[in-house]
């Protein structure tokens, strides 16, 4: 089947959107950091400065105690992006933790972000533990957090200079030993639930600031572990895929939803599905020519 010049056409747009919509797909600012923990080797501990890569810029964290990497994981491929994911890290809740610089608090966003990560917990014996915290509380009630009960409940904090605000899980049990994903959404323009927890993209906690703006701080990301010697509260079981966006995500943007074709996909597959329709009919209206004259030629053999 030879190809028509508006099959042509249609090929050469469909690859320039193909590639104009990849490209700008690809750029997504919204993610400030994404750890995915495939950098080590199943059942070795992490270790090394900087050592644990941040896939989407250059906030890479600093292990300390014996965190280690386990082939087991929420979700492979990542449902959302279809990334590999092959590793995880484990931490001993006796001080297994990684620290991560943020001098400059572009993970503290104050207008609203987003935090997500997969967990996988048992048995909890501390009255809480703190999964991932952005050096929350000291004297200034600012930054967030994630941390659990032994009930085997959530907390997502933000600090906006007074009391803490949380969002507290109801419903599910997340130190179940199974994977969970959550996610954690800040909006100060949400009123009335500016803060929203999502346990396997669930609505299961909110709570209203009343609309205030969270207060940022340019201290420490830390996982496995809180800010602060005093209160520590390491944490016991597994994380992974920890992603930080600048931006109010909802459930169909989260790591937990499926992935559906980009929409570059759904425009080659369109413009080519025409082709093949205007290369088939041009086919047929050929045929049905060649038929027509043929028929003709046979009825009047004196012609010839």
Known sequence: MHLTSQCKSLVLL??????????????????LAYWRFEEGTSNTIASGAGSIADSAGSFTGTPTGNPTYRSA????????NGFANTLSLEFDGAGDFVLIPDPTGILNPTTAFTVEFWMRAGVQVAALETLVDHSHGFVDQTGWA????????????????????EA???????????????????DSTNDGQELSLYIDGILSGTDDNGGASALGNNREVEFGRASGA???????????????????????QFLFSSAVPEPSSFVLMGMLSVCFVLGYRKSQSKNQTLGTSEAVSFSQPGNQ
Not at 73 to 80: A, F, L, T
Not at 233 to 247: A, N, T, W
């Open 146 to 165: 994630f941390q659990t009960q032994p009930s085997g409940v959530m907390r997502f904090a933000v600090g906006d200079g007074g009391p803490f605000h």
């Open 73 to 80: 994981v929420g979700s492979n491929p990542v449902p959302s």
């Open 168 to 186: 507290i899980s109801f419903g599910t049990d997340v130190r179940d030993d199974a994977w969970h994903h959550i996610a954690g959404v800040f």
């Open 14 to 31: 469909a690859i320039t959107t193909t590639f104009v919509l990849s490209c700008a797909a690809s750029a997504d600012a919204s993610i």
């Open 230 to 252: 005093g209160m520590p509260r390491y944490y016991d079981g597994f994380l992974d895929e920890i992603r930080i966006s600048d931006e109010a995500l909802i459930p169909s």
